[in-house]
């Protein structure tokens, strides 16, 4: 048998093709996840895009976890528009659901995590949905705690679930 290939850290463009083809995998599963598929739903799905949409110019950085060449997970951080500028807030992560259950979430996060502290963040903050247990799980476990939902989140989905992870 042979060995298993080690998964590499990729730090990549936001437009990356393969960053841009996690992202779309994460916008189907969403979209079933929360019963936006059907065409009476397009409106609000069109209001939840433009509430999830990333201005490239604030990304610090994109991570791709690479397994035998193929993109496995992924997750972006950018910096908020604050006074001091140590705010980031974690964006799409996603772990391709024929992968999940390796610990690439954990490990797609601790790299943003270490990325956050290098870059001088003094806090995360990220948004998840109320239908993402595994997810909330994860953030849990790697010490975010919950606050109140944030703009534009708050407006578009209420049910959406915050967290923040203090940086030291």
């Known amino acids: 048998m042979p060995a298993p290939h080690a998964v590499e850290i990729q730090h990549v463009e936001w437009t990356d093709p393969r960053a841009l083809a996690m992202r779309a995998i994460m916008d189907a599963e969403m ?3 929360y019963g936006l598929d059907s ?4 409106e609000l799905s069109a209001e939840i895009d433009r509430a999830l949409a990333v201005d490239e110019t604030t990304v610090v950085d994109t991570v791709l976890l690479v397994d035998a060449g193929v993109a496995v997970a992924h997750a972006g951080l950018r910096m908020l528009s604050t006074d001091s500028g140590r705010e980031w807030e974690v964006k ?3 772990v ?22 290098r870059g001088g963040a003094r806090r ?8 993402q247990p595994e997810a909330v799980g ?3 476990s790697l010490g ?3 606050i109140p939902v944030y703009a534009p989140y708050a407006e578009v989905m ?3 679930l915050c967290f923040e992870l203090v940086l030291r």
């Open 92 to 94: 799409r992560v996603i």
């Open 96 to 117: 391709d659901g024929s992968q999940r259950g390796r610990g690439l979430g954990r490990a797609v996060m601790t790299e943003i995590i270490a990325i956050a502290r």
């Open 124 to 131: 995360l903050i990220l948004q998840a949905g109320d239908r």
């Open 138 to 140: 994860l953030y849990a």
């Open 31 to 33: 979209h079933v996840r």
């Open 144 to 146: 975010f705690t919950p």
């Open 39 to 42: 065409p009476a739903d397009a």
């Open 158 to 160: 209420p049910q959406s």
